[in-house]
Nanobody
């Protein structure tokens, strides 16, 4: 069974950078599209970025492209989310999730597996 686990969250100052890691384990890790989502306190969950199963296609939330970058490392079965120029409004719990189909990923639909989340706090 596919499982996902995020790591790398923590406290960072405004303008700083952070790298989150989503580690996939189990079966079919190379067959799923992976999405990064975030949920801030009191707000709905929103998609950050989706990356295709082959790592060749990425789709970012329009407001975040340019500051956030994602990539897959197939040797390590991991997906990275590099976040730069962080702002206090980026404070949220960040989740990775697996689905099949980039449109479903972007819509947050038919998610097969969610990670447990990792908290990112941007504050001075």
């Amino acid at each position: 069974q596919l499982q996902l686990a995020e790591s790398g969250g923590g406290l960072v100052q405004p303008g700083g950078s952070l790298r989150l890691v989503c580690e996939a384990s189990g079966r079919h890790t190379e067959h799923v599209d992976i999405g990064w989502f975030r949920q801030a306190p009191g707000k709905e969950r929103e998609v950050v970025v989706c990356i295709s199963n082959d790592g060749h296609t990425t789709r970012y939330a329009a407001s975040l492209e340019g500051r956030f970058t994602t990539a897959r490392n197939f040797a390590e079965s991991t997906v990275y989310l590099l976040m730069s120029s962080l702002k206090p409004e980026d404070t949220a719990t960040y989740y990775c999730a697996a689905t099949v189909g980039m449109d479903k990923c972007l819509a947050g639909r038919d998610i097969a597996v969610w990670g447990q989340g990792t908290l990112v706090t941007v504050s001075s």
